[in-house]
C-alpha cells in the first residue's frame, strides 16, 4: 500500500487516548526517560487484536519487523543491499532448489525460550502446510535442520530470484507457541511471542502499545522504549498532525507544507521515496476489460500529467509505461521503450473501441474512500474516460472492505500500488505472476487483475532459474514488452513512501541523503529498522 487507510468512527477517543496516554504533544518526556514514540501507520476507527503475520486483513502494523523478525533485511531503496538479521548467511545446493542458512546465535524469543533452526523449519513447513498462509507464494518442499543454527529449505523449482520472498519477507513465528494451533490460518495470535525489537504491552480496539523488549539480541537497541498506536481516523489524522500530536506517520496530506510543516521546519520532515507503482487495476475476468484495445483505449485517454499535478501534488512522477521504476532501473527495459513516456490521444482511443458496444463500456471504479489522493485520481480518470464513450462509477469504500474487494475480485476496475522490491523482477512477480492469480471470490496476495499469460510465467520462471545478471535483465526486459504492448495493469504514477517524523524526540530517521530504510511506518520490516537507528534528540 502506498498510505495509510481509514474509516471516520471515534476520532475524540482516539485523540483523547493518545493524549491521556501520555504520547500526545513534543514535550520532554519526564528526567532520564527516552519519551514514547506516537505513530499512525494506518487510518482505523477500531483495531482487532490480530498479531498473525501471515493474514492479509486485520493485521496490526508492527506484527511483522517489530515483533516477528525475517531471516535477512533488504533495502529497497538500495537495490543489492542485504543485511544479515536472523540469519548470519545463505548458500545455495542442488541448482538452486535448496539453501541453507546459518542462523545468528544467541537469540531468545520474548518468552525467554531460544530460538533455533526448529522455529525456520516450522515456519516454513507451515507454510507448505497451509498454503493460505503462503503470500509469496513459494514452492516449498521440505525444511529440514541441519543443526542447532542451520536449516535448509528445499523447493520445487530453481528458486534464486526468491530469495526475497523467502528470507526478506517470511517472518519466522516460534514453533513452541504455534505447533498448539490446529489452524494457524485462523490464529490471531493476541499475545505474539516474537524475538523483534519490541513486545506487546497494551491493546485496545482504540490503542495498542509496543514497549522495548528487553532481551532483544542487539546490544542497547532499541533506544525508543515505547510506541503508542492510537487509532486515528483520516481526518483526525490531519488534525493531530498540525497539532503535533504525532511523531510518526505515514499519510498523504494535501498541502503539507501549510498543514504540517508549517512554521517548524526545523522539526517537522517528510521524505517521500518511490517505493513502487500505482496502477489502474482492470479485473480481467470482466470479458470487455480482457480485451487489449478497450485497456489500450483507457490508457489513451488518462491524463497522467493532471493526475500527478492535481491528484498528488506533484509528490511524485508520472510512471513509466513499462511499469519498471525510473531513473534507476534502465538495466531492465527493453531498449526500443527506454525512452517511452504516456501521451494523451482521445481520437486515437475512440478510433479503438469502434468495434464494442458502448452499451457494455460501463464500468464501477473501487477506491479506499480515506485514501484522498486516490479519490480524486478516480474522479479525474472518470472524466478523461467519458470522452471516449466509457461509462465510470467512482464508489469509495472502507479500507478494509477494498482489500477484500480486490483480493477477491469482486470489482471493475480499481486503483492500487504494487510494491518495489530488491530488483523490478518483484514488482513485476507480484503484478503479473500467474501462479497468484487466485480464483474470483478466493483473496489473491498479487496480480489482482488475474493476468494469465503462458509467455509472462515463461519469462518470470527464467528469471528465477539463473543467478546470471544479465540473463535476469533480458527476462525481466521481457516482462517489460508484456507491460508496455499487452497492458495487463495500467501504470499511473509511482508510489511514494509517505512519511512525517518529527525530530524533537528522536534523530536518525531515514532520509535523502542516508536512505538506509524505506521511512513509512506502514512498511515492514522496514519501520522496525527506522526504530532500531533512532537516538533521543539531544544524546
Known amino acids: 500500500m502506498s498510505r495509510p487507510m481509514s474509516r471516520v468512527a471515534a476520532a475524540l477517543a482516539a485523540l483523547a487516548l493518545a493524549g491521556c496516554s501520555g504520547g500526545g504533544g513534543g514535550g520532554p518526556a519526564k528526567s532520564g526517560d527516552a519519551p514514547p514514540l506516537v505513530i499512525h501507520a494506518v487510518d482505523a476507527g477500531t483495531f ?22 525475517t531471516l535477512m533485511y533488504f533495502n529497497k531503496l538500495k537495490p543489492g543491499e542485504i543485511t544479515p538479521w536472523l540469519a548470519l548467511d545463505h548458500k545455495w545446493s542442488n541448482e538452486g532448489r535448496s539453501v541453507t542458512f546459518t542462523l545468528r546465535q544467541g537469540v531468545k524469543w520474548s518468552d525467554g525460550q531460544p530460538f533455533t533452526a526448529d522455529d525456520v523449519a516450522f515456519t516454513f513447513q507451515m507454510l507448505k502446510k497451509h498454503p493460505q498462509l503462503n503470500k509469496n507464494a513459494l514452492g516449498i518442499e521440505g525444511a529440514e535442520v541441519l543443526a542447532p543454527d542451520k536449516v535448509r529449505l528445499d523447493f520445487g523449482k530453481t528458486s534464486y530470484a526468491k530469495l526475497f520472498d523467502i528470507a526478506g519477507s517470511s517472518p519466522i513465528v516460534p514453533k513452541h507457541v504455534w505447533e498448539k494451533e490446529a489452524d494457524p490460518s485462523t490464529f490471531a495470535n493476541p499475545k505474539p511471542v516474537g524475538t523483534g525489537p519490541y513486545t506487546l504491552s497494551k491493546f485496545s480496539a482504540q490503542l495498542y502499545e509496543l514497549v522495548k523488549n528487553p532481551s532483544y539480541w542487539q546490544p542497547g537497541k532499541p533506544e525508543v522504549p515505547v510506541l503508542r498506536f492510537p487509532a486515528y481516523t483520516a481526518n483526525a489524522l490531519q488534525t493531530a498532525l498540525q497539532q503535533g500530536e504525532v511523531d510518526w506517520a505515514g499519510a498523504f496530506v494535501p498541502d503539507i507544507q501549510k498543514i504540517y510543516v508549517r512554521d517548524k521546519p526545523e522539526q517537522n520532515k517528510f521524505y517521500f521515496p518511490p517505493e513502487g507503482v500505482v496502477a489502474l487495476l482492470p479485473n480481467l475476468t470482466n470479458p470487455v476489460l480482457a480485451r487489449p484495445e478497450v485497456r489500450a483505449a483507457m490508457s489513451l485517454a488518462i491524463d497522467r500529467d493532471k493526475i500527478v499535478r492535481v491528484a498528488e501534488r506533484g509528490y511524485t512522477k508520472v510512471a513509466h509505461p ?98 518495489a522490491g530488491p530488483t523490478p523482477y518483484s514488482q513485476m512477480r507480484t503484478m503479473l505472476s500467474g501462479a497468484l492469480a487466485e480464483p474470483v471470490g478466493e ?35 521481457g516482462l517489460a514488452r508484456i507491460m508496455a504492448e499487452k497492458m495487463p495493469t495500467l501504470p499511473l504514477f509511482y508510489s511514494p513512501a509517505w512519511a512525517q517524523y518529527r525530530t524533537d524526540k528522536y534523530v536518525g530517521w531515514p532520509s535523502e541523503q542516508d536512505p538506509y530504510a524505506m521511512p513509512s511506518p506502514y512498511t515492514s520490516p522496514d519501520a522496525a529498522v527506522v526504530l532500531l537507528h533512532l537516538k533521543p534528540a539531544g544524546t
Open 48 to 69: 482487532q487484536q490480530d498479531f498473525n503475520p501471515y493474514h492479509l486483513e486485520g493485521v496490526n502494523f508492527g506484527t511483522s519487523g517489530m515483533i516477528h523478525e
Open 322 to 419: 513499462t511499469g519498471v521504476p525510473m531513473p534507476g532501473g534502465q538495466a531492465y527495459v527493453p531498449p526500443e521503450y527506454r525512452e517511452a513516456a504516456y501521451k494523451v490521444d482521445v481520437e486515437k482511443a475512440r478510433d479503438l473501441l469502434k468495434d464494442v458496444d458502448p452499451a457494455r463500456l460501463k464500468f464501477t471504479l473501487l477506491v479506499p474512500s480515506p485514501f484522498t489522493d486516490w479519490v480524486n485520481a478516480a474522479q479525474l480518470i472518470r472524466e478523461d474516460l467519458a470522452k471516449i464513450g466509457i461509462t465510470v462509477e467512482t464508489r469509495g469504500v472502507a479500507f478494509a472492505d477494498w482489500v477484500s474487494k480486490v483480493g477477491k475480485g469482486d470489482y471493475d476496475l480499481s486503483i492500487r500500488a504494487t510494491p
Open 443 to 477: 483473496s489473491a496476495t498479487g496480480n489482482y487483475e488475474r493476468w494469465k499469460d503462458a509467455e509472462t510465467d515463461k519469462l518470470i520462471d527464467a528469471y528465477a532459474a539463473t543467478e546470471d545478471l544479465a540473463e535476469q535483465q533480458q527476462a525481466v526486459q
